[in-house]
């Protein structure tokens, strides 16, 4: 079954033959004095017919703008019902454009469509558009057959059809193209975002608070990397935060040592200040359900849940306390508790702890292994990342910058060293240390910033998406061409080199997302992720095609 935009091209396309069909059946009976009539029946029907085709294309143009480049464009509005008009990533934009009416709107159009052929019938065009006859002697003879069907009321119910299927066309059209601006607004995810962005740098301050305790062991905090598009949206779901907390037993201190490693779930809960001044005992009656994994059937960008306002409870089952030390409170674990209580920062956010039972039992600290260990040493079975893999990666570190930009969880020259995998744990981490009396270090000098690279975060982005994407670190991929005595620069030429290898190994949308990464292309005169236009920019531009080409690629293996 054809598709919206393939069967629009076929009518603009088809249009044309119409009319260029109509000029040459009035040329002829302009020739022969008693049927001259018909010529200006058939003048008024070129006339009528050139205008409809004229608001149809008008209307097309409106509708298409926006979904491809302007190039692009005009190539479709040149070439009516060529291959380009089958590509079925059009076809999908134009379903995200006109959302419900999209049924509609393929009605409409194949009605349209269907008034085309009964033309091209009526006036015994060949399959390829054009009339059968054009000599002097067979159209006097075969024009006095089809003359009858040409008469003003076999073409007039016809063209009311048209004018209406126009109509119709242009409202929809229109309305879509006024609700556009309110509907992107309206289900723009990156609130979500910033919010998740608030309570994780919350999270990190109320866990330096809490972690830098008396032990003088550091304490190793990583936080499990998400990307919260897909996942278990609308559901009324509550925001957690899946962490890994294990001590560096390797520090030499004379204590003993309770425990090594514990994993958690950590709710992230924004309260009223009036609630908090009333409330030190909160009520957990149920169990928390865990996260589903994402959805391969329904294709589709969502958002995370909104956060939840902490309201007094009607009754208390489980008295919860404030945690002061949580070193000490993970030394103290039985095994046997749901909640082990709640961590408050000074922004009256709190932070509620639940441990995630194993069986058996982990107990020793985590082996970490970096992202760039897993790609430089692709031979091993245990660190070879599968393309599923790597699709997963590059939506969930896209994602987690939205998530994560300007806190202490994520620096702004970030790569590959900085994601860890930990050993009895899934997906990618960050991993921040927390110690009372860190050791002295000197405060790095950072490099100069290269005024080619307009936003670092998100270059450093595109360098690792060009990392999964062709299996290796960039400083192996450089060339002589690339080296430079600026290292940044030397980065800079050679993911511009690369960009084009991206599109020939992982095609358009993801070639797309790297070039926007690498060229900072979005649009917006300032590229901050502070300013929520060039948020929505990224993630329309980066996060998204990276979600579709991972959904895609879960459907097709899921056949």
């Not at 091993?380 to 393309?387: A, D, E, H, V, W």
Request: charged residues 25%; proline residues 7%; hydrophobic residues 35%.
């Amino acid at each position: 079954m054809a598709t919206g935009v393939e069967v629009a091209g076929i009518v603009l396309g088809s249009i044309p033959l119409i009319i260029s069909a109509l000029e040459h059946y009035a040329e002829g009976v302009g020739t022969i004095e008693k049927w001259w009539r018909y010529k200006r029946e058939l003048a008024s029907l070129k006339r009528i017919l050139g205008a409809e085709c004229d608001r149809f294309l008008n209307t097309l143009e409106e509708l298409l703008a926006g979904l491809v480049p302007d190039g692009r464009l005009a190539d479709l509005l040149n070439s009516p019902g060529g291959a380009g008009w089958a590509d079925p990533d059009l076809n999908q934009k134009l379903q995200v454009r006109l959302r419900k009416s999209y049924n509609s709107y393929l009605d409409t159009v194949n009605d349209l469509n269907d008034v085309v052929s009964i033309l091209k019938a009526k006036l015994e065009l060949d399959p390829s558009g054009k009339p059968k006859w054009t000599d002097s002697k067979t159209f006097r003879r075969e024009y006095k057959r089809i003359k009858f069907s040409l008469s003003k009321a076999s073409y007039e119910e016809l063209m009311k059809r048209i004018e209406k299927d126009n109509d119709t066309l242009a409202n929809l059209t229109g309305q879509s193209l006024r609700l556009e601006p309110t509907r992107l607004k309206r289900n723009n995810p990156t609130p979500e975002f910033e919010r998740i962005r608030s309570q994780a740098e919350s999270l990190y301050r109320v866990l330096k608070k809490n972690l830098c305790c008396s032990c003088q062991i550091p304490h190793n905090a990583s936080l499990r990397l998400e990307s919260r598009t897909s996942q278990d949206a609308g559901t009324g779901t509550k925001l957690r935060f899946k962490m890994v907390f294990s001590l560096d037993i390797s520090y030499p201190v004379g204590k003993s040592i309770t425990w090594k490693r514990r994993e958690t779930e950590i709710e992230s809960l924004e309260i009223r200040q009036e609630t908090d001044t009333i409330t030190k005992v909160v009520s957990m009656d149920s169990p928390y359900p865990s996260p589903k994994s994402p959805s391969l059937v329904k294709k589709g960008v969502t958002w995370a849940p909104h956060p939840v306002t902490l309201e007094p409870p009607p009754y208390s089952t489980t008295k919860l306390t404030e945690i002061h030390d949580l070193c000490s409170v993970f030394g103290d674990y039985k095994g046997t508790e749901t909640c082990l209580g709640f961590i408050l920062d000074e922004k009256h956010m709190r932070h509620h702890i639940y441990p995630v039972m194993h069986s058996p039992p982990q107990q020793e600290p985590p082996t970490a292994t970096t992202l760039y260990k897993r790609l430089t040493n692709p031979h091993s079975p245990k660190t070879k990342l599968t393309r599923k893999e790597r699709l997963q990666l590059a939506l969930t570190l896209a994602a987690s910058v939205l998530q994560l930009h300007k806190t202490p969880w994520l620096s702004e020259r970030w790569s590959t060293d900085d994601i860890h995998f930990l050993e009895g744990s899934t997906g990618p981490h960050v991993s921040r240390s927390f110690q009372a009396t860190p050791p002295p270090t000197d405060p790095p000098n950072p490099p100069k910033p290269l005024p080619i690279v307009r936003n670092q975060t998100i270059f450093a982005l595109g360098v690792i998406l060009i990392e999964l994407c062709l299996g290796t670190s960039l400083a192996s991929l450089r060339t002589e061409e690339d080296i430079s005595p600026d290292e940044q620069l030397t980065d800079y030429m050679t993911a511009r080199r690369l960009v084009s290898e991206v599109y020939d190994e992982s095609g358009g949308r993801y070639g797309d997302a790297v070039r926007r990464c690498v060229h900072c292309e979005f649009d917006q005169r300032k590229a901050s992720l502070d300013v929520e236009e060039f948020r929505t920019s990224f993630f329309q531009g980066v996060v998204v095609p990276l979600e579709e080409d991972w959904l895609d690629f879960g459907s097709i293996h899921a056949m």
